[in-house]
């Protein structure tokens, strides 16, 4: 992510709300939205307050055409990342930004975001409450550089009252309505879990996500990835995801895999239950390297093929 955020939108700092922002706009965000900044302030530590005031700045309260097109709320940018993209023009033309299968899905990254990097650790020891305190913080630890990016942020926040968002209110019975009308269609995970050289897994579906699955079964998302040996969160229908660690090798009585068409070391290392990093080893293998259809890969040690 670029460390001047705030510039995506500094234009409308300056005068109005950012794109098709209007206080009503921003009120229908703050609704639909409200059960996930809760849900993420929970889950991870950091306010719902401030996280909400990062989305209604960033996003122009999702109605920038980066929201829009890309799914993507906080401006987070291509660092580091494996999944669809968008380009945009922020400091430069053509800028590559990360893109999301949804809304919720850039707001557990954006959290994911924050509790990975270490200059941000320091704001994880203040309390909940303290919006001004975490606002400022994320300005000194260099989330932006504009040097009215943490007022701004307190202003969002207090003129909207987000602050009761720290103490697990929604702010308002539409709020509350959103909440109902998407859990009436939440996918049921559990139904669909399965084992995979013993491990407990999910075969994924269209529409399926890491955020989903993880909110659903109470995990850490950042968990998550690293059972699935992921540094980010894009994801394929019929991939199996793992709700635990996968092992070292695999059952003995699967010992090796004939390459298919289209088939990469990772997805064959998600299809048996076998850590990434001892699949490649096993076989002599750049993470990266090309697989020819046909080959033979050994998903245990050669002498204990047997």
Known sequence: MHRTLAFLFLACWIASPCSGENKNTRKEYIQKFSKIAIQEMRRTGIPASVKMAQGILESGAGTSSLAQTGNN?????????????????????????????????????????????????????????????????????????????????????????????????????????????????????????????????????????????????????????????KNETSIRAGMNVFLKAKKNKAARTRARHKVKEGETAYWISQMYGVKFSRLLYFNGLAADEKLLPGETLSLRKYNDTL
């Open 73 to 229: 709320h906080f401006g987070i940018k291509c660092h580091d990342w494996g999944g669809p993209t968008v380009t945009w023009n922020d400091n430069k033309q053509n800028e590559c930004f990360r893109k999301y299968s949804s809304p919720e899905e850039s707001w557990t990254d954006h959290s994911l975001f924050l509790t990975s990097r270490q200059r941000y650790a320091p704001l994880f020891q203040l309390k909940k409450t303290d919006y001004k305190g975490w606002a400022r913080g994320l300005q000194k630890a260099g989330y932006a550089t504009n040097p009215s990016y943490a007022e701004r942020l307190i202003r969002i926040i207090e003129d909207e009252k987000l602050y009761l968002l720290d103490r697990g209110k929604e702010t308002s019975g539409a709020a509350r309505e959103y909440t109902l009308n998407s859990s009436s269609t939440r996918v049921n995970y559990r139904q669909r879990m399965t084992r995979v050289n013993g491990i407990p897994c999910i075969e994924t579906r269209k529409g399926d996500s890491f955020a989903a699955i993880a909110a659903y079964f109470n995990i850490p998302l950042r968990k998550l990835l690293e059972y699935n040996d």
